[in-house]
T-cell receptor
Framework: EAQVTQNPRYLITVTGKKLTVTCSQN?????MSWYRQDPGLGLRQIYY???????DKGDVPEGYKVSRKEKRNFPLILESPSPNQTSLYFC??????????????FGNGTRLTVT | SQQGEEDPQALSIQEGENATMNCSYK?????LQWYRQNSGRGLVHLIL?????REKHSGRLRVTLDTSKKSSSLLITASRAADTASYFC??????????FGAGTILRVKS
């Protein structure tokens, strides 16, 4: 089944404790992206990757890191989480765009709480 | 934040009624997409309309695009309780990313 898999689904951590949220897709998609969703603010892009070893900042990259060593994986790293990073996180992927964007496939989300 | 605008923010209707949501954007686009999100879950792609298309249908969904007004609408006909969700439009107006609107929360009462 074609899917984007995120783990974990729920995560509660303390300020400053490094964490990684994993994202994997099995559709051979070139493009992958991380979003955070907060009430009243909608979906905001954190980082994206056009292909292996190619990553770039989105709208809200501060406090986050990503890597794209393999096409299927795009982990999100919080080196020193803070309470303002408490949010619902989504990973998404799509085929590289030709004329305009292909539909994004989303994971089921990771609800992160930083205390 | 570079976001399109959707209205209404929230919509409550009775089962069987039609629901219309609107999306506006700022610059030229190649395509516009609509997504649905059930509470707390990942977004699911519904329909994509290209800039050279004016209308597109998929089942009970009808999407229109007016590039002169930089706006799109999503119509859900004969709504069902299972249509209760948030609906987002997304555009490629800013280059290497899809920009999502703030969404419309639809509640269908049975």
């Amino acid at each position: 089944e074609a899917q984007v898999t995120q783990n974990p689904r729920y995560l509660i951590t303390v300020t400053g404790k490094k964490l990684t949220v994993t994202c994997s897709q099995n559709m051979n998609h070139e493009y992958m992206s991380w979003y955070r969703q907060d009430p009243g603010l909608g979906l905001r892009q954190i980082y994206y990757s056009m292909n292996v070893e190619v990553t770039d900042k989105g709208d809200v990259p501060e406090g986050y890191k990503v890597s794209r060593k393999e096409k299927r994986n795009f982990p999100l790293i919080l080196e020193s989480p803070s309470p303002n990073q408490t949010s619902l996180y989504f990973c998404a992927s799509s085929l590289s765009q030709g004329q305009g964007w292909s539909p994004l496939h989303f994971g089921n989300g990771t609800r992160l709480t930083v205390t | 934040s570079q976001q399109g605008e959707e209205d209404p923010q929230a919509l409550s209707i009775q089962e069987g009624e039609n629901a219309t949501m609107n999306c506006s954007y700022k610059t030229s686009i190649n395509n516009l997409q609509w997504y649905r999100q059930n509470s707390g879950r990942g977004l699911v792609h519904l329909i994509l309309i290209r800039s050279n298309e004016r209308e597109k249908h998929s089942g009970r969904l009808r999407v229109t695009l007016d590039t002169s007004k930089k706006s799109s609408s999503l119509l859900i006909t004969a709504s069902r309780a299972a249509d209760t969700a948030s609906y987002f439009c997304a555009t490629d107006e800013y280059g290497n990313k899809l920009v999502f609107g703030a969404g419309t929360i639809l509640r269908v009462k049975s």
